[in-house]
């Protein structure tokens, strides 16, 4: 008689929204799971740091371990899963120590690897260890085995999406009650979406670092997150939506990735900001929580990947993915290619990028003003397709919102300069470019 396979034995690493989520899962799944990974995945060591805190989950079949540093080094653990967070700290020096050991490591940590995925990345090449991070980007979405393994035949000629369920969870809740945006970001909190840090999703990081991550895969570049041009969604009014939508659009927080060839070759060019999307656009209909990632082969065509970003059910389903893998013996290289072989492309200047952008004004409500602004606009070479002025805020500032003809970006972004500093604007412009074809 063959002996039973040996169970892959796993230590988490943190037991907030994802860890308990990771419990459950793995618990109720045990049995689909085993067959499918040919082995039982068993959690057998867990940590966080209180240990008496109520996770409504039962902890009395796991050894607690108080410091995660050393989990990798323990002998009944063959995979750690890092789900506390954080760039760097306890996080970092547990994933250093645990693929130093020789053991796989599993995290849904972006913001880790954003910052340290290649040094990680290289420290598993060398030690032939699985390093995985399926829900790093996008949540329950698996895009990251979508863009490595299914779409892998491809040339990736852009990649972008909505890559922050909080964000997106806000915009929608603002377009469908009219309500503003503080009051809205709560509600988000408390469903359990939200970083630990909020300001990293409402700031744009969050969607910085998972598209730094996605662009690192899809075109077998370096992770540079610094070179991600970004923008959150904190001056985001009730009125743009509001004004959006009588124009045909919603907004979106989107993160887009293209590498497109400047004088030298080919450069990266990375940016999260507020878009205008058009109501027949895919991404237009992507609500509450959920993220969608839109891939374009070079021979695929546009794929769409779509589903829950957050939470702890499709957090932890991303996770369990991995194990499933590592359990197979799964261990090809974290980007696609190895450490050594990812390009070093150079950041890609915006100045000759073209499109049509939304402009909001705040303007005190005197004569010339709008001159002011026209003059603004006709001087940088901007040329308008549409123009509202709205009725007096309660501050008694009065909106100008206008939409571009298609043009240089640079051209736009000339006309704020001009107008900086100028008496009759009672904060900067606002600018939101249209998501194009
Ligand atoms: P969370 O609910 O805040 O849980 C974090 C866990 O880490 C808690 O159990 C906490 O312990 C533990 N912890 C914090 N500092 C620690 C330390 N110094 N030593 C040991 N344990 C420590 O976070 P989460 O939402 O589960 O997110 C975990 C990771 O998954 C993050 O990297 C996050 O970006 C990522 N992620 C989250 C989601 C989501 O929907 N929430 C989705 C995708 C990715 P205590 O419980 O004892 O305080
Ligand atoms: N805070 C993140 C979000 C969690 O809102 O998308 C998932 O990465």
Known sequence: ??????????????????????????????????????????????????????????????????????????????????????SDGPALACARTTIEAGKALVTANKA?????????????????????????VAGGIPVIKGLREGAAA????????????????????????????????????????????????????????????????????????????????????????????????????????????????????????????????????????????VAEGNFSGRLLFQGAGAGDGPTASAVVADLIDIARGEIAAPFSVPVGELEALPRASSANRMGRSYVRFMVTDRPGVLAEITAALRDAGVSIESLIQKGRSADGAVMVAMVTHEGPESAVHEAVRLLAGSASLTEPPLVIHILGE
């Open 1 to 86: 008689m063959s002996e039973p396979p040996k169970p892959l034995r796993v230590a988490l690493a943190g037991l907030g929204t994802v860890g308990a989520g990771v419990i459950r899962l793995v618990e109720a799944n045990a049995a689909l799971i085993a067959r499918r990974a040919g082995r039982p995945i068993r959690i057998t060591v867990v940590g966080a740091r209180d240990r008496n805190k109520d996770r409504g989950v039962d902890l009395s079949p796991y050894t607690w371990e108080d410091d995660m540093v050393i989990m990798g080094e323990r002998d009944d653990v063959d995979v750690v899963v890092e789900l506390v967070g954080g």
């Open 112 to 136: 880790m690897i954003a910052h340290h995925g290649l040094e990680l990345a290289g420290k598993a090449e060398a030690a032939k260890v699985a390093l995985k991070f399926e829900a790093a």
């Open 154 to 293: 491809n040339a990736i000629e852009r990649v972008y999406g909505i890559l922050n369920g909080t964000c997106n969870y806000i915009l929608t809740v603002m377009e469908d009650t009219g309500r503003d945006f503080a009051d809205v970001l709560a509600e988000a909190q408390a469903k359990g979406y939200a970083e630990a840090d909020p300001a990293f999703d409402i700031e744009g990081t969050d969607a910085a670092h998972k598209l730094s991550i996605l662009a690192a895969i899809a075109f077998g570049s370096n992770i540079d997150f610094a070179g991600v041009d970004t923008a959150g969604i904190t001056r985001l009014r009730a009125a743009d939506i509001a004004q959006a939508d009588a124009l045909g659009y919603v907004i979106r927080l989107i993160g887009m990735a293209e590498t497109p060839v400047g004088e030298t070759g080919q450069t990266l060019f990375q940016r999260v900001q507020p878009h205008l999307v058009p109501f027949d656009h895919p991404l237009a209909h992507v609500d509450g929580a959920t993220n969608a990632v």
